[in-house]
């Protein structure tokens, strides 16, 4: 049999390759075992590295979506509040109104001052802010929306008491015939559908301080998942109301009641009062099915996020028990390769001369 | 038969005795000498006359295994090249990061746009603001290391390719004159055991630079030649020529200043597309990093930073025609060269406090000249909508041809880190493969002491049996001498 010869520092090469590997191998699954991290996480997700990648960002974007669900939550029940709130301030007024229609009641004096009730009720609502932000000022959430009645704005140097006169109507104020209430209501109209919107009477000028334009705010709930909620002062469905009441809170009721133009003005204002309130339940229903997306996308965000760390988990965890093993495994292979080595120095045949 | 003969046979035994002790101890003393060839000694019986008259030795170098040289070289030079590779590239995924340290472009941009997604909870806030500023100078900041990253690689690879053709060139000088005293040690009859063993370290330090063949001519010449056949050494010496260069920034490309690779004239650039181009070893290595890879690398990074800046500009509608966006091209608006943007993006001032710009910019457009309502969102969803929007990316960059921003910084992360992956297991697998043959040779051609040792001590009793004959043949020459006498 041929018996080949192996050449000490081959010996000596392969025992210092094996040893470094080994010790490679073991600071390699010391570091997976004392960190619980697989140790070159790209190396052993493999194809799956960029998917973990994205998974990771996409967990940061569900957080901060998230948080912005919850910012909405309570942004969006604050105002079904305040509208409810104007609903029920509004509801009080209509009743007395409806006493008082066609004809005035014995109470009828009483009418404007419950409407002025009712004003203060639907400003405080409507000046409600969150955190320093106005929540029904559209876009300027940094002003109250609604002017006090009797207090001057400052850009049209009219507060909303003084817009509803006579000689800033141009039309007869109180009305006291029929003819002079159509003028009265045509006026009150123009103040507060937009139609004179840079004129000092308008709506747009004294009653309201907020933004123009679109008045829903924005919250992103999920890629391109988005919610344009609420509303804002200058929202038409406000205007009603608050015209229907600044009808009823303006006028002389006195000079008013015993008039022709009674019935045309109280029964232009119910309407414009109730008509303004359906909208606003519309508005509601609108908000409450928007509360019910978001926490359907809550929910789901939440079980996506779930799987999202999951599969990081899978991808980056060092499974606990496979590396305490192998750590035990090498740790017997160096046991056993450092004792092969100091066996094998002594294995000199100059040690037994 | 006589005692003048048994003298002379005990003579020669004693002179084989010592010729093949040295062998034995310079056989030791080498045992650990990287690239030392075993010496064995054969003997031979002498006769005269048809009588025994002694022993003769001769003390050869073991014979090689041209072969496995042949296949151990071309494993190094194989190894050289992709450990090269994996090296470089690792220099670039020490930026990048693992996915979980979140040190990567990826991971920037990811922050920037939650910075933005936060933006439209709380437009009004100057902290938010300054959230999505930060964000902004990060990322800006993690494209730039790249390309410092990438370039700093192409630098080290031109270094790393002078040192190889120096190295090279010095190892082909030496052989040149090895081969000169081979040829002629040889034909004067001498042991050229300790050349031959010098000729092949060398060729071993050529071979981990770049790729040879060689072969030996009948009077012990050796030529060397490239792999793909360029003659390095034929008589004399050729010579590699490369220049280094102090700089390799983005665009600069192989003839544009960048060095080739030539020998004695001819064109052997690994990258160069030409049909000698040396296509292993440490010198291809650094070429491919220099040349290729890294360069396509930079362009991730160039088209990354176009991506994000084209984007701010196209979503921002507060911009006029030809403004800068958030992001700039060295302060002014996309210039339309993206070689080096990398380098080049920044942050536009007119968001940054600290340089005379106003945070609200960041919600109401970089453009807008007064600042809008507050609670203002629309600009801010517009620039969130940018980073999942589709858009085209050059090609030549190894990635998808249209992604979202937002995917394509993911696959630059994943891009780098598979790529140094399978080049630690491409030097791996040709680790392995150099480690068995590089035994093979030390277990064929090395020197086992126990063996020597052994060897030693039958020397010692042989030498010790002659000395005996030597002493028992001169008492009897003097007995004879003394009754005659």
């Known amino acids: 049999m041929l018996t080949k010869s192996v050449s000490t520092f081959s010996l000596y090469r392969q025992q210092q390759t094996n040893l470094q590997r080994l010790n490679s191998d073991f600071a390699t699954v010391n570091q997976e075992v004392a960190s619980q991290r697989k140790s070159d996480i790209s190396a052993s ?60 009641s014995v109470g009828v004096s009483g009418l404007p001052e419950a409407a002025r009730g009712a004003l203060d009720a639907i400003n405080n609502a409507l000046n409600l802010s ?60 123009d103040v507060f559908d937009g139609t004179n919107a840079a004129t000092p009477q308008s709506f747009e000028q004294t009653f309201y301080n907020g933004a123009a334009g679109p008045s829903t705010i924005n919250a992103e709930i999920g890629d391109g998942l988005q919610l344009d909620y609420g509303i804002a002062a200058d929202d038409p469905a406000l205007r009603q109301v608050l015209q229907g009441v600044y009808m009823l809170a303006t006028v002389d009721m006195d000079a008013l009641a015993g008039s ?79 004792a092969a080595t100091v066996r094998a120095s002594r294995l000199r045949l100059t040690n037994y001369l | 038969m ?69 296949d151990i070289r071309f494993e190094a030079s194989t190894l050289a090249g992709v450990a090269y590779e994996a090296e470089g590239l690792s220099v670039v995924t020490q930026v990048t990061g693992q996915p979980d340290e979140g040190r990567s472009v990826a991971a920037a941009l990811a922050a920037l746009e939650e910075a933005f997604l936060q933006l439209t909870t709380t437009p009004e806030s100057a902290s938010v603001q ?74 071993d330090r050529i071979s981990e ?100 800046i084209e984007t701010f500009e196209g979503q921002d509608a507060s911009l006029p025609p030809g403004a800068a966006g958030l992001f700039t091209d060295a302060g002014a608006a996309y210039s339309g060269v993206v070689t080096g943007l990398a380098g080049r993006i920044g942050v536009n001032a007119a968001v940054d406090p600290s340089a005379g710009g106003a945070l609200w910019r960041l919600r109401d457009g970089v453009g807008a000249v007064v600042q809008g309502p507050p609670g203002e969102t629309a600009q801010v969803s517009a620039f969130i909508d940018g980073f999942s929007a589709a858009q085209a990316f050059d090609p030549a960059a190894g990635l998808a041809g249209t992604d979202s921003l937002r995917g394509f910084a993911s696959s630059i992360v994943a891009d780098q880190q598979s790529r140094r992956v399978g080049a630690e297991d491409k030097a791996e697998s040709a680790s392995f493969r150099f480690d068995a043959l590089e035994t093979r040779r030390l277990s064929d051609n090395g020197v ?33 001498l003394a009754r005659i006498g």
């Open chain 2, 448 to 480: 086992n002491i126990d063996e020597e040792t052994a060897f030693l001590l039958q020397l010692e009793q042989a030498y010790a049996a002659n000395a005996q004959v030597v002493q028992t043949v001169n008492r009897m020459l003097d007995d004879l």
């Open chain 2, 130 to 203: 300054q959230g999505v500023l930060d964000a902004a100078n990060v990322a800006v900041g993690r494209i730039q290391d790249q390309q410092a990253a990438i370039q700093s690689a192409r630098e080290q690879a031109d270094q790393t390719i002078f040192a190889g053709v120096n190295e090279v060139n010095d190892a082909l000088g030496r052989l040149e004159e090895l081969n000169e005293r081979v040829v002629s040690e040889a034909a004067a009859g001498r042991d050229v055991s300790a050349l031959l063993d010098e000729r092949d370290r060398q060729l």
């Open chain 2, 209 to 308: 630079q770049i790729g040879i063949r060689s072969y030996t001519r009948e009077n012990g010449e050796l030529v060397v030649t490239t792999r793909e056949g360029a003659t390095l050494l034929d008589g004399a010496a050729a010579r590699l020529e490369f220049t280094p260069s102090s700089a390799a920034p983005p665009g600069s490309a192989l003839g544009a200043p960048l060095s080739g690779l030539t020998v004695n004239g001819a064109d052997i650039t690994p990258t160069g597309g030409g049909a000698q181009g040396a296509g292993s070893g440490k010198i291809a290595g650094a070429f491919a990093v220099r040349d290729e890879i890294m360069p396509q690398l930079q362009l991730q990074a160039d088209e990354l930073a176009r991506g994000l």
């Open chain 2, 2 to 70: 006589s005692l003048t003969l048994a003298l002379q046979s005990a003579k020669s035994g004693l002179i084989t005795s010592q010729n093949q002790t040295a062998m034995a101890s310079d056989n030791i003393a080498n045992a650990l000498t990287p690239g030392y060839v075993a010496r064995e000694g054969s003997n031979s019986s002498v006769t005269v006359n048809g009588f025994g008259a002694g022993v003769a030795s001769t003390i050869s170098r073991r014979p090689v295994d041209e072969f496995l040289l042949r």
């Open chain 1, 130 to 189: 969150l955190g320093g932000r106005s929540l029904f000022s559209g876009a300027q959430i940094d002003v109250a929306p609604m002017q006090n009645p009797e207090t001057v704005n400052p850009a049209s140097l009219l507060s909303p008491y003084d817009v509803m006169t006579a000689a800033n109507l141009g039309a007869p104020y109180p009305p006291l015939t029929a003819p002079d209430a159509a003028l009265a209501i045509a006026a009150i109209d």
């Open chain 1, 260 to 338: 022709p133009a009674y019935t045309d003005y109280v029964d232009a204002a119910l309407a414009r009062v109730s008509a303004g309130v359906a909208d606003l339940r519309d508005v509601q229903g609108r908000l409450g099915f928007q509360q019910q997306q978001a926490a359907e996308a809550k929910e789901g965000l939440q079980t996506s996020r779930a799987f999202l760390v999951n599969t990081v988990v899978d991808l980056e965890v060092a499974d606990p028990v496979e590396a305490q093993t192998r750590f035990e495994a090498i740790e017997r292979q160096l046991d056993a390769a450092y």
């Open chain 1, 45 to 104: 997700a493999g194809p799956r590295t960029q998917e973990l990648v994205e998974s990771r960002g996409e967990i940061g974007r569900i957080d901060v979506f998230l948080a912005n669900i919850e910012t909405f939550e309570s942004r969006a029940s604050l105002m079904d509040a305040a509208l409810t709130d104007i609903d029920e301030a509004v509801q009080d007024l209509m009743s007395q109104i409806v006493t008082n229609t066609p004809e005035p």
